[in-house]
Nanobody, 125 residues
Framework: QVQLMESGGGSVQSGGSLTLDCVVSGYRLFNVAWSMAWFRQAPGKQREGIAV???????RYRNTVGGRFDISKDNAKNTLTLQMDSLKPEDTATYYCAADTGDRGMLDSAWYEYWGQGTQVTVSS
């Protein structure tokens, strides 16, 4: 059974940085061809995809985070990471990692079968 567990959320001032990690259990990333992504959901708003990495390593970002966020994965550690720099108050949300076993490389949540429980990020001005 696949489980995703996020960590690294917290509170930071505007302009600061945070690193989120997502540990995958149940499957070895070496042995699967999945897309892995980060989503976020702010209070009263829809969940939105912000960064995705395909099995071949290609990445895509939502326009609002491009140039500030970096997605990466370490197959040996079975971990997905999101490095977030130059954080803004509008980045405040619950952040989720997700896995698409079809490796479609999309930022649409409909394609993702597995989800973590989320980690809270709060950015103060």
């Amino acid at each position: 059974q696949v489980q995703l567990m996020e960590s690294g959320g917290g509170s930071v001032q505007s302009g600061g940085s945070l690193t989120l990690d997502c540990v995958v259990s149940g499957y070895r990333l070496f042995n699967v061809a999945w897309s892995m992504a980060w989503f976020r959901q702010a209070p009263g708003k829809q969940r939105e995809g912000i960064a995705v990495i395909e099995n071949n390593g290609r990445t895509r970002y939502r326009n609002t985070v491009g140039g500030r966020f970096d997605i990466s994965k370490d197959n040996a550690k079975n971990t997905l990471t999101l490095q977030m720099d130059s954080l803004k108050p509008e980045d405040t949300a619950t952040y989720y990692c997700a896995a698409d076993t079809g490796d479609r490389g999309m930022l649409d949540s409909a394609w993702y079968e597995y989800w973590g429980q989320g980690t809270q990020v709060t950015v103060s001005s």
